[in-house]
């Protein structure tokens, strides 16, 4: 019964952990080695150690008159943010919505966002763009902000976490202690849901940050752009002038965001925020 | 303060069950009423359609003078105490207490106060602080209490709120319920399954079955005068014994034979079942072995299949004429598995049944 795990297969699991946990952060190192280096030490090869183009590089990214960094970082902050928002929010109160309440048309309702989920965003951009175009939105960040109100994957979510650990007795006891709806949303559900909200508000911001698709099509001014665009546009800048060590740069700048937002965020993923409400 | 009063209410779910087909009930202001039944009897249903958490299928009901029907439940003043606790788990004990206050925007002094109050009379004040997951199940189920008491309801509604609690605390918050019903003076409606709380705790009790009510009346009444076999079998523990007797004209009045007994009752109401078999019910405390009670004919020799003793008293499991019965005698009297004893009925407490339509005689 008891048998402890064989020394064997200790090490062998230790082993292929490493390695596991190599493949996933020695890219990381790479990237944040060759952001200080030259392009030149770059196009050398393989370094284990930083180089000392640091300053450089990063003046290089920041001060490129053809290249709004700056701004590509603010427009990146405002649409990730805004639809990492807006997605959890509205996800959780139609979530809600279908869990909570019992009404004629609950299953198809269910089954239509369902059916959302599996259409992928390439087949609808074209007909999203001639929309967006009529209605004077084009080269607006709107766009990109405003769909993500309505994100089935992040219902669904929603709707599993709350089957979990949303007791209906909570809402009923809310409505009894004198809550309108919507307070008993904002004021008891959302809180049980923090975990959930919190692991959605990371994956739409991250999934916003690194949308290329659709911003390119959407964005054409250079002030409006948003950074992958930027990063692409840098790559594939003319031959001549191309500068990897800039590339590096760019690309460490733009996962930063991502790391302090992954940070924030965690602290709130915690299990049991619900535990002891009701009795089980 | 406001009575509630049913009017020909039915319940009909969704999926077309009716679980409360017709019902009529009055509980009076300032009353502890205690609504018993099997699971599944619509007790909790009826609780529910008073908080305003399921709605009335057709009918009327009132709290106080005014008529609910369409009332949120919000707006209907009322609390209540869920079997499960319910409490906000993201909430400290205090700030669970005076979510309904805030709510109602009751000032921050008013708010303390109230707090303080139910928290001294339940004991809960070094808690305060504490989220419901630091504390006890019985220490939940008094939070639930005080976020019901805070609120100075109309009516409290409590749904087996102490089954979830070990024997010893239920007997303790028994008689905290009672005496905060016997504080506050505030109508009480109770739902329970577990007898002893319906008989402990309640001015009436409404015995329910399939969502009819059986019988509404004072513990004492239904123990004494259980309308019909199902409430005379539900009340009391143990069990009534319920014998089929044949009712024979006898020498003031009418005898009822089973075995070799034949007991002599005094009512008139049997001529009309002379020749025929009743359902005759006597509760094991009226079983007695003294000799005082023993008669011509008012004697059966019973075998004693197993015996508990409880200390003061013993609970004797018989088997009498093919029929199994429960004996409750002093200790002293007792005796043990597979010896006989003898044991007559007290006369004046057996209660008599229609066979077909269960009904008392």
């Known amino acids: 019964m008891d048998k402890k795990p064989s020394h064997a297969r200790t090490v ?19 990237l944040l080695i060759n952001c200080t280096r030259s392009h030149a030490q770059i196009q050398h090869g393989f370094s284990a150690l930083p180089g000392s ?20 970082i603010k427009n990146s902050l405002i649409v990730s943010t805004f639809c990492a928002i807006l997605a959890t929010y509205f996800s959780a109160l139609t979530a809600y919505g279908l869990y909570a309440y019992n009404f004629k048309l609950k299953k198809p309702a269910f089954i239509f966002i369902m059916l959302i989920l599996v259409m992928p965003t390439q087949v609808s951009a074209m007909g999203f763009i001639n929309v967006i175009t009529k209605m004077g939105m084009l080269n607006t960040l709107y766009p990109l902000i405003l769909p993500s109100i309505a994100a089935p994957a992040v219902f669904y979510f929603m709707y599993s976490y709350m089957q979990s650990s ?74 001549l002038k191309f500068d990897m060590g800039k590339v590096y740069m760019l690309i460490t700048l733009a996962i930063v965001p991502i790391i302090i937002v992954y940070i924030a965020l965690s602290k709130y993923i915690v299990a049991g925020v619900a535990l002891g409400g009701v009795k089980e | 303060m406001a009575g509630i009063t049913f009017k020909n209410v039915v319940k009909t779910y969704d999926n077309g069950v009716t679980v409360v087909p017709d019902l009529n009930l009055e ?42 029907n369409a009332v949120a439940p919000k707006n209907r003043n009322i609390a209540m105490v869920f079997q499960n606790y319910a409490l906000y788990p993201h909430l400290t004990v205090y700030k669970n207490m005076t979510f309904a206050l805030e709510l109602a925007k009751v000032p921050k002094d008013e708010m303390n ?10 004991g809960l004040e070094p808690y305060l602080d504490r989220k419901p997951k ?30 979830n ?124 072995a003294e000799q005082q009670f023993f008669g011509s004919g008012n004697v059966m020799n019973a075998y004693i299949d197993l015996d508990e003793m409880m200390g003061s008293e013993s609970y004797l499991y018989l088997e009498y004429a093919g029929q199994k019965l429960i004996a409750r005698v002093p200790a002293r009297y007792a005796k043990k598995a597979e010896e006989n004893i003898e044991l007559a009925a007290d006369v004046e407490k057996i209660h008599l049944f229609d066979k077909e339509t269960e009904l008392a005689i």
């Open chain 1, 12 to 30: 062998i699991a230790y082993i292929v952990l490493i390695i596991l946990t190599f493949l996933c952060l020695f890219f990381f190192y790479i």
């Open chain 1, 53 to 72: 183009s640091f300053a450089k590089n990063f003046n290089n990214v920041i001060h490129d008159a053809k290249l709004p960094v700056l701004s590509g």
């Open chain 1, 166 to 239: 949303l007791p209906l007795e909570l809402v009923e006891a809310a409505r009894v202690d004198g809550s309108n709806e919507f307070m008993t949303f904002n004021r008891v559900v959302l809180p049980i849901m923090k975990p959930a909200l919190a692991v959605q508000a990371i994956f739409a911001f991250v999934q916003n940050w690194n949308n290329y698709f659709l911003p390119a099509l959407i964005l054409q001014d250079n002030s409006k752009r948003t950074l992958p665009i930027l990063i692409a546009m840098l790559r594939s800048a003319d031959f």
């Open chain 2, 27 to 68: 509980i009076k202001d300032k009353e502890f009423v205690v609504l018993v039944g099997p699971s599944g009897c619509g007790k909790s249903t009826t609780l529910r359609m008073i908080a305003g958490l399921e709605s009335i299928t057709s009918g009327e009901l009132y709290i106080g003078d005014k008529l609910m």
């Open chain 2, 113 to 122: 106060r109230r707090v303080q109050w139910a928290a001294e009379i339940l």
């Open chain 2, 134 to 163: 630091a504390l006890s199940g019985g220490q939940r189920q008094r939070v639930a209490l005080g976020r019901a008491m805070v609120r100075e309801p109309e009516v409290f509604l409590l749904d087996e709120p102490l089954s």
């Open chain 2, 165 to 288: 609690l070990d024997a010893k605390l239920r007997t303790e918050m028994r008689s905290q319920i009672t005496k905060l019903h016997k504080k506050l003076g505030t109508t009480f409606v109770y739902v329970t399954h577990d007898q002893t709380e319906a008989m402990t705790m309640g001015d009436r009790i409404c015995v329910m079955k399939d969502g009819v009510i059986q019988q509404f009346d004072t513990p004492q009444n239904l123990y004494d005068h259980p309308c019909n076999l199902f409430v005379a079998g539900f009340i009391g523990s143990p069990q009534m014994n319920f014998i089929d007797a044949q009712v024979k004209k006898a020498d003031g009045g009418y005898a009822l034979c089973f075995g070799d007994v034949e007991i002599v009752v005094n009512k008139p109401e049997l001529a009309a079942y002379e020749g025929k078999t009743v359902v005759c019910g006597i509760r094991p405390e009226d079983f007695h």
